[in-house]
């Protein structure tokens, strides 16, 4: 998949993790924790999210690249290019 | 012989939220409970063509729809749960009743601090230092958490008197410890009770279970009834295999256990150099419902925490009942959009395990009685007619709480001895809920959460993730 639908399911992890927030107005270049309030336990639910549905394993060294949207994109996209979006 | 990934003895909050996790993330995962319910130490149960919740009072950690902070918001992301879901409806207001003084408090931490400036108009920079320092403090491993609440609130707040106002209610819901409770313990649940605040299902406590169970089996997660532990057999430092009282066996890598330490202790077959000390203090509650509204009885406070006495003890009676303080609380007065169909009065009151114990089966439903007549005296300072308006009534005792949820002693909130990280003597047996430290509602489904995401989340992968986890897992603790 490209960045479009990376960014689509990194959304749709975030619903599922916040489903009351409206990520409508969210924006992809200022960091998630100030724009959600997400504390480390939710950064690392959307790691083990990602590996749960797509088996990308993300390393401790490089949690800090899932800082912002467009950061968590720019990671990804290397590494889910040869995926399927489910 | 069934084999699982994790076995979670205990279909209460903490276990049933450690489910969900675990079986969100795919773990083979089966809860196992002793009693024909689920819920624990907060079930609910049905009498006379009437529900009744088992202990809920109040949930606490209250905090309102997009409040993105707070252990509320927290426990919500984690288990994937809308706002609405647990439908939590706040307080009107509650009251801490001392001898000629008392303070009122909302879900405003304002009206709760106006309150004590204004009764205490000397400690009215004490109380604002207290508190300030109380909301920063998230060092729950720090030096200060094990230290005595009693000395350091006593070094910031001179009366004697408001230390036991702001005491009563804390050790009311939630100490495990005669007399004291440690600074960590005291930080967390002054926020949860005055700073966050007071709400209700308008359902009880069944809102929230049936949406945790129901959640659980969705994800796969298998739930067995009156299916008790018998024994844990040791191999090696780990449990190797579970007998359940029926006499089937069962392996699993790991168990997280909800049944409190002592009790868990009990269950397994090699014993720790040191034997933990079981929980002194239980409680009685009278339960009456009425035939009226509370507030048409002229009583709007949701829950009151009395003392009468010039000092308030937090400690085992020598009776069967100690009525010189206690709580009264009155489920109608949440602001329910509906009134409650069964309004109803509870009184609890610290009670003596041993002496009901030594009762002759004969005359326990005397003592029963006579112990319900003298906690209920109370309700009539605050609604004259409760008695002529009673239409029927239900009461707890330490035995109850002992037969229906295994506590040792009956102590609801178990031993004074918490494993705030769920360890214990053997490598894949771990303690979530109740003993784990964290209380309420809300903290003991924390308590499940964060234990799951300790000890099983973080050490079943065999990547990078574990160290972090666990980090994460610690600085989960911080709330």
New interface residues.
């Given amino acids: 998949m490209g960045p479009a639908e990376i960014k689509e399911t990194i959304l749709d992890i975030l619903e ?5 927030e409206d990520l409508s107005g969210l924006k992809d270049d200022v960091p998630l924790r100030e724009q ?10 959307i ?2 999210e990602l ?2 549905r797509y088996r990308v ?5 490089d ?1 800090l690249e899932l800082a912002t949207m467009n950061s968590t994109v720019n990671y990804l996209t290397p590494l889910m290019k040869d995926l399927e979006k489910v | 012989m069934s084999s699982y990934d994790t076995i979670i003895i205990g279909a209460g909050l903490s276990g049933l939220a450690a489910g969900i996790r675990l079986a969100h ?2 773990r083979r995962v089966c809860i196992l409970e002793r009693h024909t319910t689920i819920g624990g130490l907060n079930s609910f149960y049905r009498l006379g063509g009437r529900n009744y919740d088992v202990g809920l009072h109040a949930v606490t950690n209250y905090t309102p ?2 409040a ?2 707070g252990p509320l ?2 426990l ?3 288990l ?4 609405e879901d647990f439908a939590l409806v706040p307080q009107i207001g509650s009251q801490i009743a001392f001898p000629g003084i008392s303070l009122n408090f909302t879900n405003d931490f304002e009206l709760f601090r106006s309150e004590v400036h204004q009764a205490f108009p000397s400690e009215r920079a004490n109380f604002d230092k207290l508190s300030a320092a109380i909301m920063d403090y998230d060092d729950l491993d720090g030096a200060l958490a094990s230290q005595s609440a009693r000395s350091i609130v006593g070094g910031w707040i001179r009366d004697p008197l408001l230390i036991d106002m702001l005491f009563c209610p804390l050790q009311y819901y939630g100490g495990a410890r005669e007399h004291d409770m440690d600074f960590g313990q005291f930080s967390i649940m002054f926020r949860s009770i005055f700073q966050e605040g007071f709400a209700r299902p308008w359902s009880g406590i069944r809102q929230i279970l049936k949406n945790l169970v129901r959640r659980f089996k969705e994800l796969g997660g298998e739930l067995r009834l009156r299916a008790g532990v018998q024994r844990m057999e040791v191999d090696d430092d780990r449990v190797s295999r579970i007998v359940l009282d029926d006499g089937s066996e069962i392996t699993a890598d790991r168990v997280l256990s909800s049944a409190g330490l002592v009790e868990t202790l009990a269950m397994v077959d090699r014993q720790p150099a040191r034997t933990p000390q079981p929980g002194q203090l239980s409680f009685v509650e009278g339960i009456a419902v009425l035939n009226e509204q509370p507030q048409n009885l002229g009583c709007d406070r949701s829950v009151i925490f009395f003392n009468d006495s010039d000092k308030f003890r937090w400690q085992k009676p020598e009776e069967f009942v100690d009525v010189a303080s206690g709580v009264v609380c009155l489920p109608s007065n949440f602001k329910f959009d509906r009134p409650l169909e069964d309004p109803m009065v509870r009184v609890t009151a610290l009670a003596n395990y041993d002496q009901w114990r030594s009762l002759p089966p004969a005359d326990y439903q005397a003592a029963k009685q006579a112990a319900y007549d003298r906690i209920m005296n109370v309700v009539g300072r605050f609604i004259p007619e409760y008695r002529t308006r009673t239409v029927a009534s239900d009461m707890f005792t330490p035995m109850t709480v002992e037969r229906f949820t295994g506590h040792a002693n009956g102590a609801i909130y178990g031993s004074p001895e918490k494993r705030k990280h769920g360890t214990t003597h053997l490598k894949n047996l771990f303690l979530c809920g109740t003993d784990q430290g964290f209380v309420g509602i809300i903290g003991a489904m924390f308590s499940g959460i964060m234990i799951a ?1 300790r000890h099983v ?1 973080g050490t079943v ?1 065999n ?3 574990t ?3 666990e ?3 610690a ?2 603790v911080d709330f």
């Avoid at chain 1, 599922?16 to 009351?20: E, L, S």
């Avoid at chain 1, 394993?57 to 060294?61: F, G, S, Y």
């Avoid at chain 2, 994937?80 to 706002?83: A, E, I, K, N």
């Fill in positions: 599922g993790i916040a489903p009351d959600l309030e997400l504390d480390s336990m939710d950064f690392l639910d790691v083990m590996r749960k394993q993300i390393p401790e060294d949690y | 993330y795919d729809k997009g993105r902070k918001a927290r919500l992301r984690q994937r749960f809308r706002w995401n989340l992968s990547d990078s993730v160290t972090d986890l980090q994460v897992a600085a989960g």
